[in-house]
């Protein structure tokens, strides 16, 4: 039996499921019958929260039961540093880096985006990345 995903969601991907968007549900339902893991890296958190009225609906998808958040190790951050220069982007998609590298050391097999190019870049092989 093939071992179940471990889908990390970033910023874009996170916002597309709180504003109901049918395809992001349609994936997060296949991956719950599969018994793959959600994950939100904590830096997902500082690009989608505000502090208004606006977070409720980010925050349902959050207290959902089997989201998993991963916190950013010291590791995660020095990848993080690194990774724009050797994917040939700029240094401001810092943050993405942090949300990639992040995930990929709390282990996704799967990172969902809304900015697929520039998530590619930065993810290179170590996993599949999904358009939303």
Same mark, same amino acid.
């Given at each position: 039996?093939?071992?179940?995903?471990?889908?990390?969601?970033?910023?874009?991907?996170?916002?597309?499921?709180?504003?109901?968007?049918?395809?992001?549900?349609?994936?997060?339902?296949?991956?719950?019958?599969?018994?793959?893991?959600?994950?939100?890296?904590?830096?997902?958190?500082?690009? %989608?929260?505000?502090?208004?009225?606006?977070? +409720?609906? &980010?925050? $349902?998808?959050? !207290?959902?039961?089997? /989201?998993?958040?991963?916190?950013?190790?010291?590791?995660?951050?020095?990848?993080?540093?690194?990774?724009?220069?050797?994917?040939?982007?700029?240094?401001?998609?810092?943050?993405?880096?942090?949300?990639?590298?992040?995930?990929?050391?709390?282990?996704?097999?799967?990172?969902? %985006?809304?900015?697929?190019?520039?998530?590619? +870049?930065? &993810?290179? $092989?170590?996993? !599949?990345?999904?358009? /939303?």
């Amino acid at each position: 039996m093939a071992t179940p995903p471990r889908i990390a969601l970033d910023s874009g991907a996170l916002i597309a499921l709180a504003h109901g968007d049918v395809d992001a549900r349609a994936h997060l339902r296949r991956w719950a019958s599969e018994g793959g893991a959600v994950l939100v890296p904590v830096p997902v958190l500082a690009e %989608t929260l505000r502090g208004s009225a606006r977070d +409720a609906s &980010v925050e $349902r998808i959050l !207290n959902r039961e089997g /989201i998993q958040f991963i916190s950013v190790s010291q590791s995660a951050a020095r990848s993080a540093g690194c990774l724009p220069g050797a994917s040939k982007l700029p240094a401001s998609e810092t943050m993405d880096a942090l949300i990639v590298a992040t995930a990929l050391e709390g282990g996704a097999t799967d990172i969902v %985006t809304s900015d697929f190019r520039d998530i590619s +870049a930065l &993810v290179g $092989r170590a996993a !599949n990345v999904i358009a /939303i």
